[in-house]
């Protein structure tokens, strides 16, 4: 589990600095500019919650218990949710096959991430599936 997770975090980089390297990631638009400060707004919004504990590059469940306030009430992985759809924005603002697949290739491996994140975080934390069960993983009333 640890591995793949690793593949996924790896993933989404470099999805998005392919999508940085082609000049996709951003676009002066309303249309992107509005979503994509959305996107950074609830990854902060997220941090801020997550407090004080670390990243790390493998999922590994931290210590202090299951964080439940903020951003994480309504759904389980909104810092995933963050780099998808700033990195989606950007990708279907310049929409061509390299986009597509560089935009595709952060959103799989955020869904690896989370896959993974989540059996492990399960096993951890008793509670997470009454958790799981009342939140959404992504996209509040869709996924």
Do not use: D
Not at 11 to 35: E, K, Y
Not at 104 to 130: H, K, M, N
């Amino acid at each position: 589990m640890k591995t793949l997770s690793v593949i996924g975090y790896l993933g989404m980089i470099g999805g998005l600095l392919g999508l940085l390297a082609t000049g996709s990631l951003l676009f002066r638009s309303p249309l992107v500019i509005v979503p994509q400060a959305a996107a950074v707004w609830l990854l902060i919004w997220a941090r801020l919650a997550f407090g004080r504990r670390s990243f790390h590059l493998a999922a590994n469940p931290t210590e202090g218990g299951l964080v439940t306030t903020g951003p994480y009430r309504f759904i389980r992985h909104p810092i995933y949710t963050a780099v998808c759809l700033f990195a989606g924005a950007g990708a279907a603002a310049h929409l061509s096959g390299t986009t597509a697949l560089l935009g595709g290739l952060v959103l799989a491996s955020a869904l690896a991430r989370i896959g993974c994140e989540e059996q492990l975080v399960s096993a951890r934390y008793p509670e997470y599936r009454a958790y799981a069960a009342r939140t959404w993983r992504m996209i509040p009333y869709v996924f």
